[in-house]
């Protein structure tokens, strides 16, 4: 590579610079590979199309950034589940094997890398920016054995799909999917039944002192961060106000409405959500809908349009869950962005006959003969949704 030529990463990509190659790319949406980039929002759209490298040159200087000349051959859309399926698993294994290793260095009290960890980041957001369908069923269905992984890795998605939903250009997203994934580290080196809430064998007596206990984590969060000395100021933000609510009454420092932005409401919501469908009250998980009427409930202490929004985007049904049809067949939801009631479904099972059927995807939307009954519990027959995807 001559002198002039690097190659970078794209979060180092700035106006005014002369791409001379698309180096690295996840996804199948192209681009033009060379060309001027004159403004911060062609930067976001490359990395909502997935582009992790480019090689730039940079002998090259533009003067005016007023013409817009970088050809775009398509304008960011919304990628088909079933072509954006394969991308995801691939952003969520790395993301994952990332996240497994950052957690292990902070829990052994050393340092991680948090490069690394951005670059996964970086193609996650760019699969959920492309549908956020299957990086959310990919973790919403997946059981990790480490609570604390799991949670994570589920509040980014919800989070990331939020933003997207919300127009966050996607390098903006990124910092802020970071606090998502490192939100609970306080946790990390805390007891064990902390860690593992979702332990059936964890006694009452022990859940109370843990409550007690437990708000420790985010000064406990806050020092880890701290100490890494190179996260953003909005990943340090969601560290810290994580458990805040607008009225007040969250800690550690009692913050109220004025004091909390758009994207530390819309996450207490995610994470709030998540914890109630994951644990719910001392151990006991609730459904997607008892979980919103909760969240409702609490108008005081969460932002109620946000609220609304989170609601409409992740819907009643979300990517991920098994359903059971009127019919008698059991199949996992897919895709749900046009009908919340009437969603794309993976039929895998038949309750009336007690057996296995030929997978096949219907869309409830146009298949008027079949209707979601409610919610199915596979696990209990040996159904694992994970192994559907």
């Known amino acids: ?47 909502a199309k997935g582009i992790v490298s480019v090689t730039v040159d940079l002998g090259q200087k533009l003067t005016s950034l007023e013409a817009d000349d970088f050809s775009f051959q398509e304008q960011f859309g919304r990628v088909p589940f079933n072509q954006e399926i394969e991308n995801a698993k691939e952003s969520v294994d ?73 127009k966050w250009p996607a390098d903006v997203a990124q910092n802020w999917v970071m606090g998502a994934l490192l939100h609970d580290i306080g946790k990390l080196n805390m007891s064990a039944s902390i860690q593992q809430p979702n332990n059936k064998n964890i006694s009452d007596k022990q859940r109370a002192e843990d409550d007690f206990l437990v708000a420790e984590h985010v000064n406990n969060g806050i020092e880890i961060a701290s100490s890494v000395g190179s996260l953003t100021r909005e990943t340090l933000e969601v560290i810290q106000l994580h458990h805040e609510k607008i009225d007040g009454s969250g800690y550690p420092d009692n913050k109220k409405l004025t004091d909390i932005n758009d994207a530390i409401r819309i996450f207490s919501i995610v994470n709030e959500f998540d914890n109630l469908t994951r644990l719910g009250v001392n151990g006991k998980p609730i459904g997607v809908l008892q979980a919103y009427r909760k969240l409702m409930k609490l108008d005081t202490e969460f932002d109620n349009d946000m609220l609304q929004r989170f609601i409409q985007n992740i819907g009643v049904y979300p990517s991920g869950t098994l359903v059971k049809l009127k019919s008698g067949k059991v199949g996992l939801v897919l895709d749900n962005s046009g009908n919340h009631l009437r969603p794309f479904v993976k039929v895998i099972y038949n309750e009336n006959v007690g057996h296995h059927v030929n997978a096949k995807i219907i869309n409830l939307e146009t298949a008027r003969n079949e209707e979601i009954e409610g919610l199915y519990y596979g696990n209990k027959r040996g159904i694992f949704a994970e192994n559907y995807l």
Request: hydrophobic share 45%; proline share 2%.
């Open 94 to 166: 790395k993301l994952t094997a990332n996240l497994v290793e950052s957690f292990a260095h902070i829990r052994n009290e050393n340092l991680f890398d948090v490069n690394a960890l951005h670059l996964a980041a970086m193609e996650f957001i760019a699969s959920i920016y492309r549908n956020s369908a299957p990086a959310l069923a990919l973790v919403r269905v997946k059981h990790y054995q480490d609570f604390q992984l799991g949670h994570a890795l589920r509040c980014a998605a919800y989070y990331a799909a939020m933003l997207r939903k919300m």
């Open 1 to 47: 590579m001559s002198e002039g030529l690097q190659r970078i990463p794209i979060t180092r990509l700035l106006p005014g610079q002369y791409v001379v190659d698309i180096s690295q790319q996840i996804g199948h949406m192209r681009v033009a590979s060379s060309g001027w980039v004159r403004s911060q929002q062609e930067i976001n759209e490359l990395i």
